[in-house]
């Protein structure tokens, strides 16, 4: 009551709304608009925060959220894992900042200093030239993959009224209340002769 009178905002319960509660009610809206695999990675990040569940989220400060940070990077956490984390801080901040909860973003300016553990390693000549000469009909879809730099789920999943000589569309269509997520694939050289092969077949059998 004494904030009402010094601020002139009314103040609602959710102004003790805990980080748990918060994630609860902002994960539905936030589904809405990205995939279930991001979806996903929010909701691992959330476990990896287990010790801000129960804390009132308008006490959290910088430090707090940097807390979460350091357990992960002494653990041995990765980079993307850190980063991922403090995606979901800076969410979760957002829509308390709408909501009025908080008036600014504590976790803006958390850093980390993490490694990425993983690197992938490009092919060699010699590889390619091996894959190229191989005998297999794996080759076809090796040679795609690496001439598109796509996923096997997007190559998959492509309708052929999206597939051109020298590019296709890969991603999803417009639905009701999402808009569409769709990107150009250009088919490089080393997947021309491949990727046109299997479109040929795919045309032919319809």
Not at 37 to 65: C, E, I, P, W
Not at 112 to 117: C, G, P, S, V
Not at 135 to 141: A, D, E, M, N, Y
Request: aromatic share 8%; proline share 1%; net charge positive.
């Amino acid at each position: 009551k004494a904030l009402e009178r010094i601020t002139d905002v009314d103040v609602t319960d959710k102004y003790n709304l805990t980080f748990a509660q918060i994630y609860e009610l902002w994960k539905p809206v936030h589904a809405r608009e990205v995939s279930k695999s991001q979806m996903g990675n929010y909701a691992t990040a959330f476990n990896q925060s287990a010790v801000l569940h129960t804390r009132k989220f308008r006490t959290l400060r910088k430090s707090d959220f940097e807390q979460v940070i350091l357990a992960l990077e002494e653990a041995g956490k990765s980079l993307s894992t850190c980063e991922k984390v403090k995606q979901l801080f800076g969410q979760l901040s957002k829509w308390a900042m709408d909501e009025g909860i908080v008036n600014q973003n504590h976790s803006k300016h958390v850093k980390t200093t993490a490694e990425q553990k993983s690197v992938k390693r490009a092919f060699t000549e010699a590889e390619l030239q091996r894959i190229q000469a191989a005998t297999s009909r794996g080759k076809i879809l090796a040679l795609i993959l690496i001439g598109t730099g796509a996923r096997t789920i997007e190559l998959f999943n492509v309708p052929l009224s999206d597939c051109f000589d020298d590019y296709f569309i890969a991603g999803s269509k417009a639905k009701k209340g999402k808009p569409a997520i769709r990107r150009v694939i250009a088919v490089a050289d080393i997947g021309k002769a491949a990727y046109l092969q299997i479109l040929q077949d795919a045309r032919n059998s319809g």
